[in-house]
């Protein structure tokens, strides 16, 4: 039977484990980097019986050691990455464990003399990160009963091993959030660009055909049906598509276009409908262009290149709203508008047998018809001199 003696010592132990068990469990969920150090310093204190725990962290850049985080400290602490205690274990990357502070050669009174604090006992040991370089170190101050043990010394090491890997990985989480909201403002600017630019009164022409158009986009713009543009190549039919989305309540969506002609058949209907993990060895799940629209706009350009079977589960998207990646099981919901060009004759095709004439109805719910620039004669005089108005897009050529 224990005496009390061993009794306290097995129950303090315990404590120690459990709190690096604590710390495992935060590395594993906390995301924010001044939150994840105010409980690193907390339970390094903790864990070894100190009055005061602080991590100084490594500026390579500047060759110093800082620390945001001390117990009993608010501001920030900046001193020479070669000065104290805290430069000496970060330089030879071991222990030191010292029994009375101001009597150690390398001990630094100026923090003391900072903040009032009388430092007696310490134990500094280094953070490494998983590539063996320094990233800091976890330092304690007065025991609170005696002298840090070796005991301390091997559970502050293993608590710091832990922390600086927690550290790292905060500090990644933190970059990429911050690359992540950067991205999607640049992504908001980018927007806001292209919206301005395809305003319906960007374009420049002022012939009956050209002012027809505008108001049939104008009219169109908004709804959720599907639009088919027509034309010769190089009349801009993909410039009518962007202007149709920039000026929906879909535009904070995706504008997601597919050149049905650039494609062979098998590609395409990966390209489009995206592929399952696993379909043929080596292929990973790949999102389509079905899916990466949803909530957006498709423009299908040259859809009169599109295989028969292609066009099939095209009309199911539109019929149904749902569709499966190629070699998948599970049925995908999709909101999407459609919007298709051709400089085809459709309905020639169909005669032919090589379109689809269920699928010709659904797209050609409005038809907008691209005339070439020789039945515009008289707007050639304002399109020869675009930068007559900034941003407008010359109608309709590219």
């Not at 009055?51 to 962290?57: A, H, K």
């Not at 040991?125 to 091997?154: A, H, T, W, Y």
């Not at 508008?337 to 004759?345: E, M, Q, S």
């Amino acid at each position: 039977m224990m005496n009390s003696g061993e009794v306290n010592k097995e129950s303090k132990l315990v404590h120690k484990y459990s709190t690096l068990f604590d710390l495992c469990h935060m590395m594993s969920f906390e995301k924010d980097f001044n939150l994840l150090l105010d409980f690193l310093v907390k339970k390094s204190a903790e864990v070894v019986e100190a009055d005061r725990g602080t991590i100084f962290l490594f500026d390579e850049k500047k060759d110093e050691l800082w620390s945001k985080v001390a117990i009993g400290i608010t501001d920030v602490i900046r001193f020479d990455a070669n000065l104290g205690i805290a430069g000496e274990v970060l330089k030879w990357g071991k222990v030191v464990n010292v029994d009375d502070a101001y009597m150690y050669p390398r001990f630094n009174p100026e923090v003391d003399k900072k903040t009032g604090y009388t430092t007696k006992t310490v134990l500094c040991v280094p953070m490494k990160n998983i590539d063996g370089r320094p990233v800091g170190v976890l330092q304690v101050l007065n025991k609170k009963d005696g002298l840090f043990s070796k005991e301390d010394e091997e559970v502050l090491e293993i608590f710091a091993f832990h922390a600086a890997v927690a550290i790292e990985n905060a500090r990644l989480i933190g970059e990429l959030e911050e690359a992540k909201s950067r991205l999607k403002q640049e992504n908001v600017l980018l927007r806001e660009k292209a919206q301005g630019r395809f305003f319906v009164s960007n374009i420049i022409g002022t012939s009956p055909k050209v002012q027809e158009i505008m108001k049939l986009i104008e009219k169109v713009a908004d709804s959720p049906l599907s639009v088919l543009i027509t034309g010769e190549s190089g009349t801009g039919k993909e410039l009518v598509a962007r202007t149709i989305h920039y000026n929906s309540s879909r535009l904070e969506k995706s504008f997601v276009d597919i050149n049905c002609a650039a494609l062979p058949e098998n590609l395409l209907e990966s390209e489009l409908f995206g592929i399952e993990k696993g379909v043929a060895t080596g292929v990973e799940k790949r999102v389509g262009k079905i899916e990466m629209a949803n909530g957006g706009t498709l423009f299908l350009d040259e859809i009169g290149d599109m295989s028969l079977v292609a066009q099939a589960k095209l009309l199911r998207v539109l019929q149904e709203r749902k569709m499966e990646r190629v070699g998948g099981r599970n049925t995908i919901q999709v909101d999407i508008r459609v919007i298709a060009a051709t400089n085809k004759d459709l309905k020639n095709d169909i005669q032919k047998g090589s379109f689809r004439e269920d699928l010709y109805y659904r797209l050609n719910v409005v038809h907008v018809h691209m005339p070439p620039l020789r039945e515009m004669k008289e707007d050639i005089p304002t399109l020869a001199q675009p930068e007559s108005r900034p941003g407008a897009n010359p109608a309709f050529g590219t």
